[in-house]
């Protein structure tokens, strides 16, 4: 796993790590992005590349716990 922990807000980038994250996916990186953290003020993108991210993506909001996976892992 890779774990990031903190506020979704402008200044973590987290659109960045997600984007990184999904390129590392793309070369055949076998682990998932971790995400644990409440939504901070101007959220809406970090929010909006979690959505969009890779399937191999796991997220933690408040009151939320989401785990995508590819339809071939098993």
Do not use: M
């Amino acid at each position: 796993y890779l774990l990031f922990i903190g506020t979704l807000e402008p200044r973590k980038n987290l659109p960045l790590l997600i984007k990184a994250f999904n390129l590392f996916k793309k070369e055949g990186f076998e682990h998932q992005l971790v995400i644990v953290g409440k939504k901070g003020w101007q959220y809406e993108k970090s929010l909006k590349a979690i959505e969009n991210s890779s399937k191999d993506l796991l997220s933690e909001l408040p009151g939320t716990l989401t785990l995508a996976t590819s339809a071939d892992s098993s």
